[in-house]
């Protein structure tokens, strides 16, 4: 059973305060997520989704100027930040950016062609749209659950609404600090779960924590603030780039699977 959040003041997050202070967080938000959605058509990073390297495990992060290092034999897949894959065989030792030379084509034909330009077997990987079934539902689902029993780093997206679940370990109330503000929430009887407060607006990088009874911090939420994204494979992308390995993995996991039954294992 869901439920609305039952809220009490503890430090200066009234509702009142919230006024021309809300309104101006909500431009800087969108400026801000303009800023990430032009830095992010411009990066190369990558994710790693197999590889015959013990080292290199799925989810571990490529940026564009680490060197990544593949012996003769040795194979990686790589899931670019657009949702784009990539096969790699050795011998490679380079990295992602000088691979890459300026006003190449962007994206995967780009890497493709410039690797292939230097001699390194690559090619795209086409697994599909359909190939992360857990991504899609996410995308679908609009919402973020957020456990405030374990710390972690959340993503949420433009459209998408922060729940926060129903503890166990507290009696029904739990206490949020953001820096010096301090508020108590609370879950109505046989409520699982609440919805994210809506006069605390949620901005990329905040921080909040839950507070013992002495208060003492027990865990800390991280939230990163996501722009659109057009498949489940570029949901996983942004995911594990921003950090937030604890929604991605079980949809990494999937995409590894789908990869492999494609005929694209590392060999």
């Given at each position: 059973?869901d439920g609305?959040c039952?809220?009490?003041?503890?430090?200066g997050?009234?509702?009142?305060g919230?006024?021309v202070?809300?309104?101006?967080?909500?431009?800087?938000?969108?400026?801000?997520?303009?800023a990430?959605a032009?830095g992010?058509?411009?990066?190369e990073?990558?994710?790693?989704?197999s590889?015959?390297m013990?080292?290199?495990?799925?989810?571990l992060?490529?940026?564009d100027?680490?060197t990544?290092?593949?012996?003769?034999?040795?194979?990686?897949a790589?899931l670019?930040?657009?949702g784009q894959?990539?096969?790699?065989?050795g011998?490679?030792?380079?990295?992602?950016?000088?691979?890459?030379?300026?006003?190449?084509?962007?994206g995967?034909?780009?890497?493709?062609?410039?690797?292939?330009?230097q001699?390194?077997?690559?090619?795209?990987?086409?697994?599909?749209?359909?190939?992360?079934?857990?991504?899609?539902?996410a995308?679908?689902?609009h919402?973020v659950?957020?456990?405030?029993?374990?710390?972690?780093?959340y993503?949420?997206g433009?459209?998408e609404t922060?729940?926060?679940?129903r503890?166990?370990?507290f009696?029904?109330?739990?206490?949020?600090?953001r820096?010096?503000?301090?508020?108590?929430?609370?879950?109505?009887?046989g409520?699982?779960?609440?919805?994210?407060p809506g006069d605390l607006?949620i901005?990329?990088?905040?921080?909040?924590e839950?507070?013992?009874?002495?208060?003492?911090?027990?865990?800390?939420?991280?939230?990163r603030?996501?722009?659109?994204?057009?498949?489940p494979?570029?949901?996983?992308?942004?995911?594990?780039?921003?950090?937030?390995?604890?929604?991605a993995?079980?949809?990494?996991r999937?995409?590894?699977?789908a990869v492999?039954?494609?005929?694209?294992?590392?060999?």
């Amino acid at each position: 059973m869901d439920g609305r959040c039952c809220l009490r003041s503890a430090g200066g997050w009234g509702a009142g305060g919230w006024g021309v202070a809300g309104r101006l967080s909500r431009l800087l938000f969108a400026a801000g997520a303009l800023a990430l959605a032009v830095g992010w058509a411009q990066a190369e990073d990558a994710v790693v989704i197999s590889s015959s390297m013990p080292a290199q495990v799925p989810g571990l992060i490529v940026t564009d100027t680490q060197t990544l290092n593949l012996p003769a034999g040795g194979s990686i897949a790589l899931l670019l930040r657009s949702g784009q894959m990539v096969r790699i065989r050795g011998p490679f030792d380079g990295t992602l950016a000088a691979a890459t030379p300026t006003g190449a084509t962007s994206g995967a034909a780009g890497l493709i062609e410039a690797l292939r330009g230097q001699g390194v077997d690559a090619s795209v990987i086409g697994a599909g749209r359909g190939a992360s079934p857990v991504a899609q539902r996410a995308m679908d689902d609009h919402g973020v659950a957020v456990d405030p029993e374990h710390s972690a780093i959340y993503c949420v997206g433009p459209n998408e609404t922060v729940w926060l679940n129903r503890p166990k370990a507290f009696n029904g109330s739990l206490r949020l600090r953001r820096a010096q503000s301090v508020r108590e929430v609370s879950w109505p009887n046989g409520a699982t779960k609440i919805e994210w407060p809506g006069d605390l607006i949620i901005e990329d990088g905040d921080r909040f924590e839950t507070l013992s009874d002495r208060g003492a911090p027990v865990t800390t939420m991280i939230f990163r603030r996501l722009g659109d994204v057009a498949t489940p494979a570029a949901w996983i992308a942004e995911h594990l780039l921003l950090g937030c390995r604890q929604q991605a993995e079980p949809a990494l996991r999937e995409l590894a699977r789908a990869v492999d039954e494609a005929g694209d294992r590392p060999r």
